[in-house]
């Protein structure tokens, strides 16, 4: 891995758990083993580290959904994007959403990081709209917006109500179900 890769590898880390502004250029130096010096010879400004680092979890989050749905047969993909979000919610190191992180951290509109945020779901809300259509769904738009709020619901649920995971998962997983069988 290389110097920038492990500096926005470890900032990533950081920023999840601690939080955007909660995360100061000496932790993240530290915590990447460089110097600041390092650091800001890689990213100018703690900005552009955040940047890199939601561009790295966006990459990494659609690889990893996409790996785990397209597993399923196509007309099952749509509440497999539900059993992705349920088990992710369900992992010890769940801190919520990366994105729902910065859109609250960063809540002006222009702020950069809420328009990677807004990308970010964009993104998920057109990977659905396939996945509902070529499943075979009558009316593939609303369904995907439906199960695209369940698992927004799901995330932030589960972050803000870690004891009731279980039951938001169930709740989840059973409100998708509803929806799939109406489509």
């Known amino acids: 891995m290389s110097t920038p890769q492990q500096i926005v590898a470890s900032a990533l880390g950081l920023f999840y758990r601690n939080g955007f502004h909660a995360s100061g250029v000496d932790l993240l130096s530290r915590e990447a ?7 800001y010879r890689h990213y100018p400004s703690k900005d552009a580290l955040i940047e890199a680092a939601l561009d790295l979890r966006h990459a990494q989050f659609m690889a990893r959904l996409r790996t785990f749905v397209e597993q399923a ?3 099952h ?7 992705f979000i349920a088990d992710w919610v369900q992992e010890d190191d769940f801190c919520g959403c990366a994105f729902i992180n910065a859109s609250a951290e960063f809540a002006q509109m222009d702020a950069v990081p809420h328009q990677q945020a807004a990308s ?3 993104d998920i809300q057109a990977y659905l709209l396939t996945l ?8 593939p738009e609303p ?19 870690q004891a009731h995971k279980a039951a938001l998962v169930e709740g989840g997983r059973a409100a998708a179900q509803v929806i799939w069988a109406t489509a």
């Open 33 to 39: 083993g460089v110097t600041k010096k390092t650091l």
């Open 73 to 75: 047969a196509v007309a």
């Open 77 to 83: 993909r749509p509440l497999a994007y539900i059993d």
């Open 120 to 122: 970010h779901k964009q």
């Open 132 to 139: 509902c259509a070529a499943a075979g769904a009558s009316q």
């Open 143 to 161: 369904l995907a917006t439906q199960l695209f709020l369940i698992g927004e619901g799901l995330i932030v649920g589960s972050q803000v109500q």
